[in-house]
């Protein structure tokens, strides 16, 4: 397809004043993972009420996937996310979540928040959806419009997969996706090979023996013992990782006993690892079982410490003939693109909707932050210290220009791809 008709095709995109009123409604009615009903019914009636794709919803869980015929050619799956974070809402928009939910994994209550832009994802997606329709008689194929349930805890993609998603639509010869991120809003930024961290998460417990608070001589105090796991913890990234490489090693949460004058007889912590190398992370989870083991024998321990992961996201890594290829579509047609943007630490679990079928894919990062809001805190040396990131309570997109670049960008890859013949 000729570079000056896909700039014609992208002035073709649905008029988006509908679709902020959808994103503000996705964002004050978020879902926890695995509990996206309600947002799952919202885009599959949405889907439906296009009239050309076949919609099956309930795969993998809440999943929603809508499957568009238009002719021989080439199957192009097209994700987005859906579920939200446990995090109060700190914004201050009109539109801020003010919902708490109990969350069917643990059964506490807990306040809910789209902090990672997720819902930017399905209504750029759906966009994509109404436009790819309006524009059928330029392209040949068949377009798969994918819906995700669980990606913040790591097993929707494989939850769809394992439910027999390729049973129920076309394997994809490709499958594309993007993420919005902390970057200048409109902005766009792909790289061939390894774009996002593979990420191992577990929950350890630790055992003591408890006691009265002032007789420490006669337990075995998991808190302390805590403490020297997490402090040594922190030695790995700094002893055992090549400068040259790339490792994190967080503890984000430590829970041990419940009052002041009881040493109780457990602590729990949760760990999260992230590397973006098969070998280091192989050698960092070593080296966490081993601290861990070790730490609870210097304690005397009373017994072996229970290592359980909870979940583990694999490497995101852009095919590089399918990123190259998109790259000079994006290069020509979108206003700002950098091919070889910054690796993210973060981690996503879309690959395994094509790896799992040995297929190529292709992540990209769309910015979502305020212009004047960036250009001050880059002036100002602080766009690390001023500008809130995904999962931060302060953190939401500013809807314009992020959606319509989203929406041109989903669109141009599917174009192109879709014009490929070989």
């Keep these: 397809m000729a570079q000056e008709q896909l ?8 008029e988006l004043s509908s679709y902020e009123t959808l994103y503000k409604h996705f964002h004050s009615h978020p879902e926890l993972s695995v509990q996206e009903y309600e947002t799952a ?19 993998g869980g809440t999943g929603v996937v809508g499957v568009l015929e238009n002719g021989p050619g080439k199957v192009i799956l097209l994700r987005a996310d859906m579920d939200a974070l446990p995090v109060k809402e700190e914004t201050g928009l009109d ?3 003010t919902v708490t939910v109990k969350d069917e994994s643990d059964g506490d209550i807990k306040p809910v928040m789209h902090a990672c832009g997720h819902d930017m994802h399905m209504t750029c997606l ?19 419009i994918l819906f995700q349930p669980n990606e913040e805890r790591g097993g929707g993609a494989r939850a769809m997969v394992d439910d027999g998603l390729y049973d129920k639509v076309p394997v994809p010869d490709y ?10 809003a409109g902005t766009v930024g792909s790289k061939v090979g390894t774009i996002m961290a593979s990420s191992d998460r577990f929950k350890i417990t630790l055992f003591g023996k408890g006691g009265h608070g002032s007789m ?3 337990t075995i105090d998991p808190a302390v013992l805590a403490a020297s796991v997490v402090l040594r913890l922190q030695t790995i990234v700094s002893r055992e990782v090549d400068p040259n490489d790339m490792a994190v090693v967080t503890v984000a949460s430590l829970q041990v006993g419940q009052t002041e004058n009881i040493i109780t007889d457990k602590a729990v912590i949760k760990v999260d690892v992230r590397t973006v190398n098969a070998a280091t992370r192989e050698r960092v989870l070593a080296a966490v079982r081993r601290i861990v083991k070790a730490e609870c024998y210097a304690s005397g321990s009373p017994k072996e410490p229970l290592i359980e992961q909870i979940t583990a996201f694999p490497l995101t890594v852009n095919d590089e003939a399918l990123a190259n290829t998109v790259a000079a579509s994006f290069q020509d047609h979108l206003h700002s693109f950098e091919p070889d ?38 002036k100002d040396g602080t766009t690390h210290q001023n500008i809130p990131v995904n999962h931060s309570p302060f953190y939401a997109p500013v809807i314009q220009p992020t959606m319509k670049v989203g929406i041109e960008a989903l669109s141009l890859a599917a174009l192109t791809m879709f014009s490929q013949t070989s």
């Design 175 to 184: 499958v594309l996706g993007q993420h919005v991120m902390a970057n200048r």
């Design 95 to 97: 539109y801020a979540s």
């Design 126 to 144: 759906l966009a994509t959806a109404e436009h790819m329709v309006k524009i059928k008689d330029r392209w040949n194929g068949t377009l798969i």
């Design 216 to 218: 420490p001589h006669r």
């Design 41 to 59: 019914n919202t885009v599959a009636e949405h889907l439906r009420d296009l009239n050309a794709y076949h919609v099956q919803t309930n795969i």
């Design 341 to 378: 943007t910054e690796r993210s630490h973060a981690s996503d679990d879309v690959t395994i909707l094509a790896t799992s079928k040995d297929r190529p894919s292709l992540y990209w990062f769309l910015g979502g932050v305020d212009h004047q809001q960036w250009d001050q805190a880059e």
């Design 7 to 14: 700039s014609s095709l992208l002035t073709s995109i649905p």
